[in-house]
């Protein structure tokens, strides 16, 4: 690796990667390697127009100085040299004269993808457009985020769920629904691990977590919306509202953010020129119909008539937040029982309102967590108030039949967090293999 070779002392080293420019001067030729550790310079003193005489060490040497001069970016090489330490180098102050260089794997002269294609280019070209130093880094914050969150919950005996992709029923809005031929008769991929995660409460799982693809046939192209994305979930037991949920989820969040800050904090400032700190506990609360009457007090009238926040109104409170509470993120609570789903507990005294949340981060929803009606009867008739026949959802009206617990949990896009984390225009940039409705591929 080439982050490995600045400890090394002067002497012979073997360094592997691609090639990133080659600098062919007459007398000497520079060239950049780089590896997802980072760039080395090599020099080679050139050799040219040889006499008839040559030895066959010059002849060698014209050869090297010939395949070097002929090396295309992207190109794989493995070279043995002398390192030396030079603080003149610009590239960490380290430089390999080449011994031998041998071309592993050539590349095509022409990289299709420049710094300046479009993002839709660059993901077309998605395996080069990861060499980037930042792509990488990008996705070293997301294992780091996961495996943060994920020992989070080990650590307080949570149990890792994997519940199928495959259902025979929508679990959340039918329009977003992606359809398959499923032998004799149809399929249906998860949009949520909603039903299954609730599952475990009466399964006497108590407390567990999920992060795994949701699929959604979202015809929108906007910069926050995917067909198929990472879904980070979780659900637990014996809440007395989602206020529980909220508190679970903040502190998962603030052990999570304490680990990419510790972990890439300076490699993040100097890469994406964001500084990032961990949240202060707790995070702001503030019911919708306050959050609206905010936004509207900017000066804002939000177009949607639902009575949900739309974008720009997001936007707005979560500035509002900001200069306000010094915070990034916001719960906003209390959701209309109109706009939410049937599964959502409704506050006791005052069917209107859901015993639910948002969680916004940085001026977009990251998350959406409740607290869950477990009383059957109740869930039946809001099943059937949404227009949902109980008869398709016999099963999961079976889990709360033989005993559950009371309990909430919450879904959170993990690519969604990652954009606003790392202050990027798009979840496309920041999902390995972005999925959209007119993206199949790479
Ligand atoms: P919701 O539908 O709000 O809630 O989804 C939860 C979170 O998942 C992410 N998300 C998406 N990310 C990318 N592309 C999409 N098309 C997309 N749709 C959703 C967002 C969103 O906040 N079952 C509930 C969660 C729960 O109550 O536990 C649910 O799925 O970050």
Redesign the pocket.
């Known amino acids: 690796m080439v982050s490995q070779l600045s400890p090394l002392p002067d002497g012979p080293v073997t360094v592997a990667g691609w090639v990133e420019t080659v600098r062919d001067q007459k007398k000497v030729q520079f060239v950049i390697l780089r590896d997802e550790s980072g760039a080395v310079q090599l020099v080679n003193p050139a050799t040219r127009d040889l006499e008839d005489d040559a030895t066959p060490e010059q002849q060698a040497a014209a050869a090297l100085t010939e395949t070097i001069g002929t090396l295309a970016h992207g190109t794989m090489v493995r070279v043995t040299g002398e390192l030396k330490h030079d603080e003149r180098v610009k590239l960490g102050g380290l430089e390999v004269k080449v011994g031998t260089l041998e071309v592993v794997s050539e590349a095509i002269a022409e990289t299709p993808i420049a710094e300046d294609s479009s993002l839709d280019k660059r993901l077309d070209w998605r395996f080069l457009d990861l060499r980037r130093p930042e792509a990488n880094l990008l996705f070293r914050v997301q294992t780091t985020f996961e495996h943060a969150l994920r020992s989070y919950w080990v650590e307080r005996d949570y149990i890792e769920v994997h519940t199928p992709k495959l259902m025979a029923s929508a ?2 809005s039918r329009a977003e629904l992606f359809e398959m031929e499923y032998f004799e008769t149809k399929a249906y991929l998860a ?2 691990p ?1 039903f299954f995660k609730q599952m475990a409460q009466p399964a006497g799982f108590g407390k567990v977590f999920e992060i795994a693809p ?1 699929f ?1 046939a ?1 015809p929108s192209f906007t910069s ?4 198929e ?1 990472t ?1 980070i ?1 979780a659900e637990i037991s014996w809440i007395d509202s989602h206020e529980d949920v909220m508190a679970m989820q903040e502190q998962a969040l603030v052990a999570a953010f304490t680990a990419v800050v510790e972990k890439h904090g300076a490699a993040i400032e100097a890469a994406f020129e964001v500084s990032l700190s961990v949240p202060s506990l707790p995070f702001p609360r503030i019911p919708l119909a306050e959050a609206r009457q905010i936004v509207a007090d900017g000066g804002y009238e939000i177009p949607r008539t639902d009575g949900d926040l739309d974008p720009e109104g997001e936007r707005r409170l979560s500035a509002w937040v900001k200069a306000n509470h010094g915070h990034d993120f916001v719960f906003v609570t209390d959701y209309a029982t109109g706009i939410r789903p049937f599964y959502h507990m409704r506050r006791e005294g005052d069917g209107s309102i859901t015993n639910s949340y ?1 969680l916004l981060y940085n001026g977009t ?6 607290q869950r009606e477990h009383r059957v009867d109740v869930l039946i008739e809001q099943a059937k108030e949404k227009g949902i026949e109980p008869e398709e959802l016999e099963f999961y009206l079976d889990f709360f039949r033989y005993g559950v617990p009371p309990h909430g ?5 993990l ?2 967090v990652l954009m606003l984390m790392l202050g990027l225009g798009s ?1 496309r940039e920041t999902t390995y293999l972005f999925r959209g409705p007119t993206r199949l591929l790479p």
């Open positions: 679990s959340e949009q949520s909603q949701a959604r979202d926050r919306h995917a067909t994305f879904s979930d948002d929803e990251i998350s959406t967590g409740a949990g919450f879904g959170m896009g690519a969604r979840i």
